[in-house]
């Protein structure tokens, strides 16, 4: 998934699926939630964020969660 496809998903998310995701972000990454905004906005991910944020969104797509 390209970096900027991150924002699509996470404002196409309804409600309570997006409330999960940002947790499940938040968790794994430890970093807070004014920083995944940011990085939400701007598109700017490490290599390892990028990761576990894709890891996230495949494991939601099949889980059926959005």
Same mark, same amino acid.
């Given at each position: 998934?390209?970096?900027?496809?991150? =924002? *699509?998903?996470?404002?196409?998310?309804?409600?309570?699926p *997006?409330?999960?995701? =940002?947790?499940r972000?938040?968790?794994?990454?430890?970093?807070?939630?004014?920083?995944?905004?940011? *990085?939400?906005?701007?598109?700017?991910?490490? *290599?390892?964020? =990028?990761?576990?944020?894709? =890891?996230?969104?495949?494991?939601?797509?099949h889980?059926?969660?959005?």
């Amino acid at each position: 998934m390209v970096i900027s496809d991150y =924002r *699509k998903f996470f404002y196409c998310l309804k409600e309570n699926p *997006k409330r999960v995701f =940002r947790w499940r972000v938040l968790e794994a990454t430890e970093m807070s939630q004014a920083t995944f905004y940011y *990085k939400l906005r701007n598109g700017n991910w490490s *290599k390892s964020e =990028r990761m576990v944020v894709d =890891r996230i969104i495949e494991g939601m797509s099949h889980a059926g969660e959005n």
